[in-house]
C-alpha cells in the first residue's frame, strides 16, 4: 500500500498511466452538472466496446429479476451503463476534490446510528455494497467520521498510489482483504471497518445462499467469521445518486441487532437480503457487470 511517490513511477512504462491520471485531474475541475452530462455520455459511448460486460450485466438481471420484462430489463441495463460512465467521474470527484467542494454535494441519513455503534466500544463492522458511486462514498464516509476499509491492491502501482492516496484523505487506513488478523485487530480497537460481502469470491470460504431469484449463490463468509472473532456491531453504508442529479445522500442504517451470528448458513441468507434491500434504493447504479454468479454448486450448470 504505497502512500510516499517513488522515482521508480517515473518510469516510461507508466507514462500511459499518468496520462490517463492527469486527464481525469483537469476532468473533474468542470462544474458538478457538465461532470454528470460528461459521465452519462462516456458510459453511453463506451457501451458499444463493452459487449461481454453488458451480457454479464443483462444475463445478471434476468437472474435476479426473472419477471421484469423486456423493455423494463433494457431500460435499466441503458441506465446501468450511464451511471457506469459516471461511476469514472465519481473517481476522479473522490481522488481530487477538496473536502470543501465534497460537503456541497452529498448529505447523510443515520448518523445518529454510527454513532450509537460506536459508542458501544466494540467496533463497527461497515457492510458495503458495490455501487457505481462506491469510490465517492468511501471519501464522503471518511468526511463523516474517518474509517478504515478492506480492499483489494492494484496491480498497478501507480494506479495503487494514487487511489491510495486519494482514500486516505478522509479515511485511515486501507487493509488487504486477506489481512483477516489485521482486520479483526482494528475492529477490536474500536475502530469502524468497511467491508463488502456482495462479490463472488470463489467457492474456497463460501456458501450457497439465496440472493434475489437465485437461491445457490456463492456468498463468502467473511461476514460471519469476523463478527464471531471481533464482537463488532455491524451496520449497513450506502451512496446513492440522486436521480435529479442534485449530489448524493449516504444512508447508514440501522444497527443489524438480530444478525444470526451463531448459524453460517443462515447469516449468509441474511447478509445477501440486506444487500437487496440496499441495492433496491437505485437498482440502476449496482455494478451489475461483475459475474456475481460465477461460483456454482457443483453439478450446476454455469450461468454465463
Known amino acids: 500500500m504505497p502512500q510516499n511517490f517513488k522515482t521508480e513511477f517515473l518510469h516510461p512504462r507508466h507514462w500511459m498511466t499518468w496520462t490517463g491520471v492527469t486527464i481525469l485531474w483537469l476532468l473533474v475541475q468542470l462544474p458538478y452538472p457538465l461532470l454528470v452530462k460528461l459521465g452519462r455520455t462516456l458510459g453511453r459511448l463506451a457501451r458499444p466496446f463493452l459487449k461481454k460486460r453488458e451480457y454479464v450485466a443483462n444475463r445478471n438481471l434476468e437472474l435476479c429479476f426473472p419477471a421484469m420484462d423486456n423493455f423494463s430489463r433494457s431500460t435499466l441495463l441503458t441506465d446501468n451503463f450511464t451511471s457506469l460512465g459516471m461511476a469514472l467521474i465519481e473517481t476522479g470527484m473522490a481522488w481530487f476534490w477538496s473536502d470543501a467542494r465534497l460537503r456541497k454535494h452529498f448529505d447523510v441519513e443515520g448518523f445518529a446510528n454510527l454513532q450509537r455503534a460506536l459508542d458501544q466500544g466494540k467496533g463497527v463492522m461497515v457492510v458495503g455494497v458495490h455501487f457505481m458511486s462506491l469510490e465517492l462514498g468511501g471519501r464522503v464516509m471518511g468526511l463523516c467520521r474517518p474509517m478504515m476499509a478492506t480492499y483489494r491492491p492494484h496491480?498497478?502501482?501507480?494506479?495503487?498510489?494514487?487511489?491510495?492516496?486519494?482514500?486516505?484523505?478522509?479515511?485511515?487506513?486501507?487493509?488487504?482483504?486477506?489481512?483477516?488478523?489485521?482486520?479483526?485487530?482494528?475492529?477490536?480497537?474500536?475502530?469502524?471497518?468497511?467491508?463488502?460481502?456482495?462479490?463472488?469470491?470463489?467457492?474456497?470460504?463460501?456458501?450457497?445462499?439465496?440472493?434475489?431469484?437465485?437461491?445457490?449463490?456463492?456468498?463468502?463468509?467473511?461476514?460471519?467469521?469476523?463478527?464471531?472473532?471481533?464482537?463488532?456491531?455491524?451496520?449497513?453504508?450506502?451512496?446513492?445518486?440522486?436521480?435529479?442529479?442534485?449530489?448524493?445522500?449516504?444512508?447508514?442504517?440501522?444497527?443489524?441487532?438480530?444478525?444470526?451470528?451463531?448459524?453460517?448458513?443462515?447469516?449468509?441468507?441474511?447478509?445477501n437480503k440486506k444487500i437487496e434491500d440496499e441495492i433496491l434504493r437505485a437498482p440502476e447504479q449496482y455494478l451489475w457487470v461483475h459475474r456475481r454468479f460465477k461460483t456454482r454448486p457443483l453439478g450446476e450448470a454455469a450461468s454465463y
Open 155 to 271: 496491480n498497478n502501482p501507480v494506479l495503487e498510489f494514487v487511489q491510495t492516496r486519494g482514500r486516505l484523505r478522509s479515511n485511515k487506513a486501507m487493509i488487504d482483504r486477506r489481512n483477516l488478523k489485521g482486520l479483526v485487530s482494528a475492529l477490536k480497537k474500536g475502530e469502524a471497518v468497511w467491508f463488502a460481502p456482495d462479490q463472488d469470491y470463489g467457492r474456497k470460504g463460501s456458501v450457497f445462499a439465496p440472493f434475489f431469484a437465485m437461491q445457490n449463490t456463492a456468498t463468502t463468509n467473511g461476514t460471519f467469521v469476523i463478527s464471531r472473532l471481533s464482537g463488532a456491531a455491524m451496520l449497513t453504508i450506502t451512496m446513492i445518486r440522486r436521480k435529479d442529479n442534485a449530489g448524493y445522500c449516504l444512508y447508514i442504517g440501522d444497527m443489524l441487532t438480530d444478525y444470526p451470528s451463531g448459524n453460517e448458513q443462515a447469516a449468509a441468507g441474511y447478509i
